[in-house]
């Protein structure tokens, strides 16, 4: 059986807690590899976890838009082929267009976590783009 190993980076511990309980009570398929701060990806003794690496989500809420996205470039850099989830408290389009300009393959509010997390990275797992429902509609 296949089993997504996941890297979890964010500095909200309560949103990092959150999206592990989703995990935890809804795919059996998904491990957490690694979770902290965005910096653990570039830490030599995490080397092994994070080249391992099937998805990685980044929560964003403690970051303005410039940040993420130099963020979201160091980590393309790092791991070009891992496909990218962002988890922020943007909900309008225009400052979620960036993110898919940097090559994020989905995008998910942070309000939105409940019931958009497992959709995501199903969608993400099969090879396509996944952003929030209430942005499509806008």
């Not at 003794?45 to 980044?58: F, K």
């Not at 979201?72 to 408290?89: G, M």
């Given at each position: 059986?296949?089993?997504m190993?996941?890297?979890?980076?964010?500095?909200?511990?309560?949103?990092?807690?959150?999206?592990?309980q989703?995990?935890?009570d809804?795919?059996d398929?998904?491990?957490i590899?690694q979770k902290?701060?965005?910096s653990v990806?570039?830490?030599?003794?995490?080397?092994?976890?994070?080249?391992?690496?099937d998805?990685?989500?980044?929560?964003?809420?403690?970051y303005?838009t410039?940040?993420?996205?130099?963020?979201?470039?160091?980590?393309?850099?790092?791991?070009p082929t891992?496909?990218?989830?962002?988890?922020h408290?943007?909900?309008q389009?225009?400052l979620?267009?960036?993110?898919w300009?940097?090559?994020?393959?989905?995008?998910v509010?942070?309000?939105?976590?409940?019931?958009?997390?497992?959709p995501?990275?199903?969608?993400i797992?099969?090879g396509?783009?996944?952003i929030?429902s209430d942005?499509?509609?806008?």
């Amino acid at each position: 059986m296949f089993i997504m190993r996941i890297l979890l980076i964010g500095d909200n511990s309560y949103v990092n807690t959150f999206i592990e309980q989703l995990i935890e009570d809804g795919r059996d398929a998904i491990r957490i590899e690694q979770k902290g701060h965005i910096s653990v990806l570039f830490k030599k003794e995490a080397d092994s976890h994070v080249n391992q690496a099937d998805l990685i989500i980044l929560d964003f809420s403690a970051y303005g838009t410039s940040k993420i996205l130099d963020k979201i470039e160091a980590v393309n850099q790092k791991l070009p082929t891992v496909p990218i989830l962002v988890i922020h408290d943007y909900e309008q389009p225009s400052l979620v267009k960036p993110l898919w300009n940097k090559g994020v393959d989905g995008y998910v509010p942070s309000d939105r976590l409940g019931d958009e997390l497992l959709p995501a990275l199903t969608s993400i797992t099969e090879g396509e783009r996944y952003i929030s429902s209430d942005l499509l509609q806008e």
